[in-house]
């Protein structure tokens, strides 16, 4: 089983950054490729990037070219690098895994992710 802890969100003002982080823990090998999603109050989970095992990432149109996610494999940590941040970004992050690969293939389908953390809330204003 892989354990994910998300950290780092927080309140700040449109233009400004953040840096999510999550830990990855338990059978780590699970976790073959990550993503972050976020999850408006009644609304569905929106992809927003991925890392591939070799590294290869994928965004969402909406955060590309503001967002940037990272890993560091040796520590088992996953990133995402929040810049030039706008109020529409405002919602609850997740981290999320699956032991087979293609999270970018699989980003807008959060069915596709069998790990999740418990999400770390951004607020933009």
């Known amino acids: 089983h892989v354990q994910l802890v998300e950290s780092g969100g927080g309140s700040v003002e449109a233009g400004g950054s953040l840096r999510l982080t999550c830990a990855v823990s338990?059978?780590?090998?699970?976790?073959?490729?990550m993503a972050w999603l976020r999850q408006d109050s009644g609304k569905g989970r929106e992809g927003v990037a991925a890392i591939e095992h070799n590294g290869t990432a994928t965004y969402a149109d909406s955060v590309k070219g503001r967002f940037t996610i990272s890993k560091d494999s040796t520590r088992d940590i996953l990133y995402l690098q929040l810049d030039s941040l706008k109020p529409e970004d405002t919602s609850m992050y997740y981290c999320a895994a699956r032991s087979g690969g293609f999270c970018g293939y699989l980003l807008h389908m959060s069915a596709a992710f069998s790990y999740w953390g418990q999400g770390t809330q951004v607020t933009v204003s």
């Open positions: 338990g059978h780590t090998s699970g976790a073959h490729c």
